[in-house]
C-alpha cells in the first residue's frame, strides 16, 4: 500500500458528461500529480501541485481542470467527455517537489461510452 | 516538454537471466526513480537515485545514475517469473516525466 487514495476505482459514463476523480496523498506530502495513461502509450503527465498551487503543467486538455485543497487532497475535473478520454487516470504524491520520491495510487479506470 | 528514451521497448526472456534496461534523456535530471507496473495497477517505485554515479541495490535490482545526469540503467538479475511487468524510468527536476516504459515477460 503506497498510502495514496484515489477514488472511485472504475468509472463508466457517457460522453459529454462531467467526472470529478479524487485523490488523498500520502500523510504529510505536499506535492501531487496527475497522469494519464491510455491503453498504447505510457505515463502521460497532466499537472502537478504543490501545497495548493499550480506548479507544472503537461499536455492537459482545455476540457480538464484541477486543484489541491487546503487538507491537501486533489480532484482532477474532467468536463464534455469524448471517448478518447477513456484511460487510467493516476495521482501520484511526494513529500515536496525536485529530489523525493513520489508515490502512486491505485488508479481510476474510467470509460466513457 | 522534455522527453525520456527508454530501451528497449520489449524482452522477452528465460526464468534465471539476467535483464537490463535503460534510459537517455536530452535533458539533465535531480533524480532518477525506477517504477514497476503490473496490470491495471498503479506504478510501484523499485528505486530512487539521487547523486551522479550512485549505484543503488534493492534485493535482485541494481540501477545506476548516470554521471551525465542525463541516463541511468536498471539491472535484474537471476530473473523470476513475478518479474513480469512494465518498467518505468523516471526523471525528476521540477517535475516528474517518465519513459514510455519496457515490457518484460519471463518464460519460466
Known amino acids: 500500500d503506497s498510502g495514496v487514495t484515489q477514488t472511485p476505482k472504475h468509472l463508466i459514463t457517457a460522453t459529454g458528461q462531467r467526472v470529478t476523480l479524487r485523490c488523498s496523498p500520502r500523510?504529510?506530502?505536499?506535492?501531487v500529480y496527475w497522469y494519464q495513461q491510455s491503453l498504447d502509450q505510457g505515463l502521460q503527465f497532466l499537472i502537478q501541485?504543490?501545497?495548493?498551487?499550480e506548479r507544472a503543467k503537461g499536455n492537459i486538455l482545455e476540457r480538464f481542470s484541477a486543484q489541491q485543497f487546503p487538507d491537501l487532497h486533489s480532484e482532477l475535473n474532467l468536463s464534455s467527455l469524448e471517448l478518447g478520454d477513456s484511460a487510467l487516470y493516476f495521482c501520484a504524491s511526494s513529500a515536496w517537489g525536485p529530489g523525493t520520491e513520489a508515490f502512486f495510487g491505485q488508479g481510476t479506470r474510467l470509460t466513457v461510452v | 516538454g522534455q522527453q525520456l528514451n527508454q530501451s528497449p521497448q520489449s524482452m522477452f526472456i528465460q526464468e534465471g537471466e539476467d535483464v537490463s534496461m535503460n534510459c537517455t534523456s536530452s535533458?539533465?535530471?535531480?533524480?532518477w526513480l525506477w517504477y514497476k507496473q503490473d496490470p491495471g495497477e498503479g506504478p510501484v517505485l523499485l528505486i530512487a537515485?539521487?547523486?551522479?554515479?550512485e549505484l543503488t541495490s534493492n534485493g535482485r535490482l541494481t540501477a545506476q545514475f548516470g554521471i551525465t545526469r542525463k541516463d541511468s540503467f536498471l539491472n535484474i538479475s537471476a530473473s523470476i517469473p513475478s518479474d513480469v511487468g512494465i518498467y518505468f524510468c523516471?526523471?525528476?527536476?521540477?517535475?516528474?516525466?517518465f519513459g514510455k516504459g519496457t515490457m518484460l515477460l519471463v518464460s519460466p
Open positions: 501541485y504543490y501545497n495548493g498551487e
Open positions: 523516471a526523471g525528476q527536476d521540477s517535475t516528474l516525466t
Open positions: 500523510s504529510g506530502d505536499l506535492s
Open positions: 535533458s539533465i535530471f535531480n533524480t
Open positions: 537515485l539521487y547523486k551522479a554515479g
